[in-house]
């Protein structure tokens, strides 16, 4: 593959043939979806899968999300309870990734779930990533089309910088929407804050379901043997979405050599949203910390974000970004 690769193309008719067909053939092909840009292979396709991971430089254990047109096919891949069934008639297609018992004759490639009995599965909105479902025929794995533990990409430009010479093609269908990874909900656990919020999936509890602080006390699956976090989702890996510069978070105004991305009545080199919008500030999110990153900026420093409704996912990503 030269270094110019990958070759970028618009969406419609002609790129979705395309990238069908080099998923048939076992590649990966980088496809928006309504969070963040995925790099798809067939899930079902050991090899193919085993490229995404070559790619992204992945580490093995990291289990990956699998794509499917719509709830028929996910319960063909997956077992649903009444509860996850209720949330899947509400939520797909969108932004919400479902943890749940993989069905053994599923076909899944045994590496999409690093081993567990579980799989995360998801119904996506976007017409690129639906047209590509259908045009393939393949259930596909995608995590974030970006180099692993770099941030995730919102744009075609952000993937075909990350994985530069790694991957044949990108569909580019402009931004990404909401801009922040999907929801991952398990039980009534969120195992990773995104666009759909604790109050939009689980109305009128008291109290909401457990925090991730709670969660992260299941004896969920034990990912990595002497993992010391007790992880349940390992998208939770602290340095998941860290820029190469350090990031210094509830800043009210720039240091020397900072690059500042404000947010509402706080201004910097850049705001996520003047108006304080925080829906907004999520699909800027990923491109702004790009932007900062590629600065001439020593450090990034970010105004505070209202820890409410998509603000949650927003922090999250923040203080992921923010550890070294
Ligand atoms: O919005 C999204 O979800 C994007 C787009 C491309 O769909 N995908 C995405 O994938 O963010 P990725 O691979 O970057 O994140 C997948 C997350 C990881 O945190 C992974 O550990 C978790 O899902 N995960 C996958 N399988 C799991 C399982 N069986 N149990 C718990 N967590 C799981
Ligand atoms: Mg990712």
Avoid at 103 to 108: E, H, K, L, S, T
Avoid at 276 to 291: K, Q, S
Wanted: charged share 20%; with cysteine; hydrophobic share 40%.
């Amino acid at each position: 593959m030269s270094p110019t690769n990958p070759r970028i193309l618009p969406y419609g008719t002609a790129a979705i043939a395309e990238a069908a067909a080099l998923i048939r053939a076992g590649e990966c092909v980088a496809v928006p979806t309504e969070t963040v840009y995925g790099l798809a292979a067939d899930a079902t396709e050991s090899r193919a899968v085993a490229g995404i991971y070559a790619a992204k430089g992945r580490p093995s254990f990291n289990p990956l999300i699998v794509h499917v047109p719509d709830l028929a096919a996910a319960e063909r891949i997956a077992l649903f309870d009444d509860a996850a069934r209720d949330l899947a008639t509400r939520f797909w297609p969108g932004p919400l990734t479902l943890v749940l018992p993989v069905r053994p004759d599923a076909g899944i490639a045994a590496l999409v779930t690093a081993g567990l009995d579980t799989i995360a599965i998801r119904v996506p909105r976007h017409r690129a990533m639906q047209a590509l479902l259908k045009a393939s025929g393949k259930p596909l794995a995608a995590p974030s089309a970006n180099a692993s533990g770099s941030i995730s990409p919102t744009r075609a430009e952000h993937v075909a910088k990350s994985l530069a010479g790694r991957i044949p093609l990108v569909i580019d269908d402009g931004a990404t929407p909401a801009g922040v990874e999907s929801t991952i909900v398990m039980g009534s656990s969120i195992l990773r804050p995104g666009p759909l919020t604790r109050d939009q999936l689980f109305p009128g509890e008291s109290r909401g379901p457990r925090s991730r602080d709670e969660s992260l006390s299941d004896p969920g699956p034990r990912l990595s043997p002497g993992n010391s976090q007790g992880i349940t989702a390992p998208g939770q890996l602290d340095s998941h979405y860290a820029p190469s510069k350090p990031v210094r978070l509830n800043a009210t105004d720039a240091r020397d050599g900072e690059y500042f991305i404000g947010f509402g009545p706080i201004t910097g080199n850049e705001t996520l949203s003047p108006s304080g919008d925080l829906t907004e500030a999520a699909a800027n999110l990923f491109d702004a910390l790009h932007r900062a990153d590629a600065s001439d900026a020593l450090a990034i420093a970010v105004a505070p974000i209202p820890e409410t409704g998509i603000g949650v996912a927003i922090n999250d990503r923040l203080r992921r970004a923010a550890h070294r």
